[in-house]
């Protein structure tokens, strides 16, 4: 019950007062029960009403006559008890508790919410408790200064002469028409514009057109290239960013309806780098509501393979616009699956980096401790090229590291040896061994048996500590889709501290056992099995998603149908290995075109 400021208490209520009467009544019989009896049935020393009277006053002590809250309030508590797995305190521990819950815990709450907590999103004061999933646990380890990566030369390209052909060339042979002056930024811009305007609905991938700065920063780079400026491989290259990630002027709707309307006046790390690196930004790209699935508030992102299909996974638009060549990169993100499904998916290749590599400063945030920036790309080097712009430390993200990635341009994989799940596509098996690569059959062992668990208990009490304040003002009820984040989060509020912290403990058992396992330098294996999901996101592991082919579509329309099942596989590294899985996934696809492949948008 509420009691108003500086009032008095209201008088009891007859609920209070009848279950004050049951408790009542209840000592007295036990008090009764209690007593030693004679032959006679009344009670030594006394008649039987006045004993009964005194066991009453015995069984109600001075605590209880002084309590501020009916002890209905008690019979409360130890009935919630139960959902906290803690139902063993008696009746005297949990009036203790009752108070000292009203006394400290909620004025400490309300506290700290009033300071951290009125702003969704998690973009402001990140925690102190900081993950970090590299496998060099000496602090006095030494960091090797990063550089850069030696991109490739290509052979020069001739400028296609439709759009089509242009906008599914490569980052590399674009950069080089961009390069040697065959195509401006601004032609390029153009191209992809109109694609974003003529299938963006179609696959429901755009949330917002970025048309006067693509303009902007195309012409910016066309006029450093007039100068003799080149800023390398991205140089003028049209992109798109998850509609998470923060540019200034421009709505951030986190692809919620109830902030579709939010413009966040921050460049987010991952926009500066870009932006550095010389890449023209062309639209914000769906994110499934609060970056949970596919549905937004303008409907669901399709699959371009197969149009009847959605493409699973928050960065639904990031991975169909890139399949469908509306962009040649965007920038998704990965909390628990959502590069890879998607990818996986709609046939992108695609990176979800090791923990830490790149900073989240100005992205909504889920888990801290979960959450990572990847690209989607036409193939696996263009994923590198993304990737060393991108990657770095920044002092809004206090998880993010300066990694001192190894060149993936220069791994000499020979000298690899590589495991293999048993649900590895073996077609990448034999591409590699036959590469020269060392292939071996492998499991990853381990005794943690509640590794989903884990996942679940840290995202979802990470997410409602950066979306408190939405649940507490109602907007749980405006979610595009009730049975994900609601049902979730309302779920997240019973899970107790002590219990989050015994999950991170196991995590930091399951990371163990996982290195100790690791006796491969990588491994392939399924990318969407969900315990593997779970595992390499708690752990912080770096894949590469790889197209490997296609498949019939079940219940194809009738006729003749060019709607395929996309296959692929993900070549999974340990934490702050990326150039291994990098490497591996590119010699692979020197000799295969899956991820060549065009989808059949227009056709049935």
Request: aromatic share 8%.
């Amino acid at each position: 019950m509420r009691i108003p400021r500086g009032g008095r208490r209201p008088p009891p209520s007859l609920h209070h007062l009848l279950l004050l009467l049951a408790a009542l009544c209840f000592a007295a019989l036990k008090t009764a029960a209690a007593a030693p009896r004679t032959a006679g049935g009344t009670e030594e020393g006394g008649g039987g009403i006045a004993s009964v009277t005194g066991g009453i006053m015995d069984a109600i002590s001075a605590k209880d006559i002084s309590r501020k809250e009916p002890v209905g309030g008690v019979i409360a508590l130890k009935e919630s008890m139960k959902y906290f797995d803690a139902d063993f305190f008696n009746d005297s521990k949990l009036c203790e508790m009752e108070n000292g819950a009203k006394e400290f815990n909620v004025p400490a709450f309300r506290e700290n919410r009033r300071l951290v907590a009125i702003k969704d999103g998690g973009l402001h004061d990140p925690s102190v408790l900081v993950f970090k999933s590299s496998w060099s646990w000496s602090s006095k380890s030494k960091v090797k200064e990063s550089e850069m990566f030696d991109y490739p030369q290509t052979s020069m390209p001739q400028r296609p002469s439709n759009d089509e052909d242009i906008a599914f060339m490569s980052i590399i042979e674009l950069g080089e028409l961009i390069r040697t002056k065959k195509i401006t930024s601004r032609e390029l811009t153009d191209v992809f514009l109109r694609r974003l305007k003529r299938y963006g609905t179609v696959l429901e991938s755009v949330i917002t057109y970025t048309e006067d700065l693509a303009y902007k920063q195309a012409k910016e780079a066309d006029d450093l290239l007039e100068q003799g400026k080149y800023l390398g491989p991205l140089h003028g290259i049209p992109y798109g960013l998850k509609d998470i990630i923060a540019v200034p002027e421009y709505n951030t709707t986190w692809g919620s309806k109830t902030f579709k309307n939010q413009v966040i006046d921050m460049e987010a790390f991952v926009y500066k780098r870009l932006k550095s690196a010389g890449a023209v930004l062309v639209a914000k790209l769906v994110t499934g509501s609060l970056a949970y699935d596919d549905i937004w508030f303008g409907g669901r992102t399709r699959n371009p393979w197969n149009i009847e299909e959605f493409s699973t996974g928050s960065s639904a638009g990031p991975t169909a616009s890139t399949s469908a060549g509306l962009v040649p990169f965007a920038i998704g993100s990965e909390t628990a699956g959502s590069i890879t499904y998607p990818a996986a998916r709609c046939g992108v290749t695609a990176l979800r980096p090791s923990f830490g590599t790149v900073a989240r400063t100005g992205v909504m945030s889920l888990s801290e401790s979960l959450d990572k920036l990847g690209p989607f790309c036409r193939s696996a080097a263009d994923c590198a090229i993304v990737l060393d712009a991108i990657r770095g430390a920044d002092a809004g993200d206090p998880s993010s590291r300066e990694i001192a990635l190894e060149d993936p341009f220069h791994v000499d994989i020979t000298k690899l040896t590589v495991g293999y799940l048993d649900s590895a596509e073996m077609e990448v098996v034999k591409v590699l061994s036959a590469k020269g690569a060392k292939l071996v059959p492998f499991k990853l062992n381990y005794n943690v048996e509640s590794v989903q668990f884990i996942l679940n208990i840290t995202m979802d009490v990470d997410m409602l500590a950066h979306f408190d304040n939405w649940q507490r003002e109602g907007h749980d009820d405006d979610y595009e889709a009730q049975d994900q984040w609601p049902v979730e989060l309302r779920r997240a509020r019973l899970v107790p501290a002590v219990d989050y912290v015994q999950a991170q403990r196991a995590r930091g058992r399951l990371i163990r056992e996982v290195q100790e396992s690791f006796t491969v330098d990588a491994f392939i294996g399924n990318a969407t099995d969900w315990e593997l999901v779970c595992l390499g996101n708690l752990v912080g592991l770096p894949i590469v998603v790889v197209p490997t082919g296609f498949k019939s579509i079940e219940h194809p329309p009738k006729g003749n149908t060019r709607r395929r099942t996309t296959v692929t596989t993900g070549i999974y590294a340990p934490p702050d290995h990326d150039h291994i899985a990098l490497a591996l996934a590119m010699a692979y696809q020197s000799v295969t075109d899956h991820h060549k492949q065009r989808p059949p948008i227009d056709a049935n």
